[in-house]
């Protein structure tokens, strides 16, 4: 029987990850961690028949990410080529390589936003985590350059264990830059994320600290004007029902690695399922009818809890990776939920953040020793 099985729509959010390269190797990175393995990229106008695909689908908005896409010497020409196709356009980039001539050609290209990270709010603890000491005066001259050539001053910081305390000076920092949009996001734990988990998962008591002290800035800033969004994002393994992710899967967003694997979702290729590549299938067939897209499309492929839940219409069950990740099978019921049978796991992990002492020195770093090293196992 083929229950509430939902009419798919087109995708409306497209992710070109251009490339895995990067000078940063935060221990957070959500790109896998093998991607040593992965080289190859899409030229130029391999990434421009994927945008024109998108876009004639009715992909309304586009991300370019990696790695760091600034890497990318053809950005400017992709960042043209996707607004002329009439995309929204977004840079999300740690400033590094940033320089003000690249900013003025991508505005003359018709860049619309660009994000840049953050990893801390001093220069001791951002570079002790991007692994670069110069990064922090390079990212504080660039964000200031992106908000005199007129675009808004976008900010994110993920948050951890070791930077959550800093939430204030965070904070301030960003109203010193004239920050307009501010996202606090602490770590999801993906990639090396998950690898670093008990090094990186905040504390509940530190999550609360952090909230308290968000609130506070909300209430001062309000009359001021400034600050318009600050955003906090709380990680999931603090949450009872887990996170509707990705909006549901090849739902609305549609994700492409740097060799050109299509995928739902950023960290769905450590899933064991076949995605297809947009080099060898076009991206209408891959989106409406490959495996890959349909194998979570709906409710029918659901085991209990999530299948007799009254709540799978807002959660999907959850993340896929996550599920997989923790329980090593992707079609279980994202273990973040009290209902899973898995959630003990995400009970042990809140308890281990209440003991554990990793310092930001024995955190794996993203580079690429570590990934040619690493393997990463599902349990
Ligand atoms: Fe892949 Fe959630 S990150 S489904």
């Known amino acids: 029987m083929n229950l509430l099985k939902p009419q798919v729509k087109p995708p409306l959010w497209l992710l070109a990850e251009l490339t895995y390269r990067c000078p940063l190797q935060c221990p957070y990175c959500s790109n896998p961690l093998d991607f040593a393995k992965q080289e190859k990229e899409l030229t130029t106008e391999q990434w421009i028949t994927v945008f024109e695909q998108a876009r004639a689908m009715g992909a309304v908005q586009i991300g370019f990410s990696g790695g760091e896409p600034l890497v990318r010497k053809d950005l400017p020409e992709l960042i043209k080529a996707a607004r002329d196709l009439g995309f929204y356009t977004n840079l999300i980039t740690s400033g590094i390589g940033l320089t003000e001539k690249k900013i003025d050609a991508f505005a003359e290209a018709g860049l619309d936003h660009i994000q840049i990270s953050f990893q801390a709010s001093d220069e001791t603890l951002n570079a002790a985590l991007a692994g670069s000491a110069k990064a922090f005066q390079q990212k504080l001259d660039m964000a200031k350059a992106v908000k005199a050539h007129g675009y808004p001053m976008v900010l994110n910081f993920v948050l951890h264990r070791h930077n959550i305390h800093q939430i204030d000076k965070i904070i301030e920092l960003s109203i010193e830059l004239e920050?307009?949009?501010?996202?606090?996001?602490?770590?999801?734990?993906?990639?090396?994320?998950?690898?670093?988990?008990?090094?990186?998962?905040?504390?509940?008591?530190?999550?609360?600290?952090?909230?308290?002290?968000?609130?506070?800035?909300?209430?001062?800033?309000?009359?001021?004007?400034?600050?318009?969004?600050?955003?906090?994002?709380?990680?999931?393994?603090?949450?009872?029902?887990?996170?509707?992710?990705?909006?549901?899967?090849?739902?609305?967003?549609?994700?492409?690695?740097?060799?050109?694997?299509?995928?739902?979702?950023?960290s769905a290729r450590q899933l064991p399922v076949e995605f297809p590549s947009v080099l060898e299938q076009s991206l209408q067939d891959i989106w409406y009818n490959s495996f890959g897209f349909n194998k979570y499309r709906g409710f029918d492929w659901m085991p209990e809890p999530c299948r007799s839940c009254s709540e799978k219409e807002k959660d999907f069950g959850g993340c896929r990776c996550q599920a997989f990740m923790l329980t090593g099978n992707a079609d279980n019921a994202d273990p973040v939920c009290s209902k899973s049978e898995h959630h003990g796991m995400i009970l042990e992990a809140r308890e281990q953040a209440n003991c554990t002492n990793i310092q930001v020195s024995q955190l794996q770093f993203r580079n690429r020793k570590n990934s040619q090293q690493l393997i990463f196992k599902a349990p």
Not at 215 to 231: I, P, S, T
Request: aromatic share 10%; hydrophobic share 40%.
């Open 179 to 266: 920050a307009d949009d501010v996202e606090l996001a602490t770590c999801q734990f993906y990639g090396w994320a998950q690898l670093n988990r008990e090094g990186l998962l905040p504390t509940r008591q530190q999550i609360a600290d952090a909230e308290a002290v968000v609130a506070e800035y909300r209430v001062k800033m309000a009359d001021k004007g400034n600050l318009a969004n600050l955003l906090f994002v709380t990680p999931d393994y603090y949450e009872e029902r887990p996170k509707g992710c990705m909006g549901g899967w090849g739902a609305i967003f549609l994700s492409v690695t740097p060799e050109g694997m299509a995928l739902p979702c950023h």
